[in-house]
């Protein structure tokens, strides 16, 4: 029994070893700062779109709240439940937020090929 013991406690310190090595390598720190920073960027853009693109963009279509859009299903109202609505200027204004992100993230794409680009050149005229 010992023997089984010592070979399961020596089998959990090998398997510490290998997470704490797969933990701190530089991609996974790198992928958890990126996903933090990403979450904190979706939020402003969200709030960016919320209060300052939708509401004048919804005064110039004539005091339209995009976030009150709605689509009332008739069909499918039941006693004691709220009606069934689809919500379309909520998905309007998630369009919008997603196609600012997709253009940031176009830009910083850019930006990196472009600082890439020397040692690119570098690395080819050596070869």
């Known amino acids: 029994i010992d023997k089984n013991m010592s070979r399961c406690c020596q089998?959990?310190?090998n398997l510490c070893k290998e997470f704490k090595a797969f933990a701190l390598r530089g991609d996974l720190l790198d992928l958890a700062i990126g996903i933090v920073?990403?979450?904190?960027?979706?939020n402003?853009?969200?709030?960016?779109?919320?209060?300052?693109?939708t509401p004048p963009l919804g005064l110039v279509l004539g005091g339209v709240d995009f976030v009150n859009l709605t689509i009332k299903m008739a069909n499918f109202v039941y006693k004691d439940q709220p009606p069934v609505v689809?919500?379309?200027?909520?998905?309007?204004?998630?369009i919008i937020s997603l196609?600012?992100?997709l253009f940031a993230i176009f830009f910083v794409i850019k930006g990196i090929n472009r600082l890439n680009k020397p040692s690119l050149k570098k690395q080819q005229s050596i070869e």
């Open 37 to 42: 920073i990403g979450t904190a960027f979706v």
């Open 99 to 101: 196609v600012i992100v």
């Open 11 to 13: 089998c959990c310190r």
């Open 44 to 53: 402003v853009v969200q709030s960016l779109v919320d209060d300052i693109i």
């Open 86 to 94: 689809i919500r379309y200027g909520k998905f309007i204004q998630t």
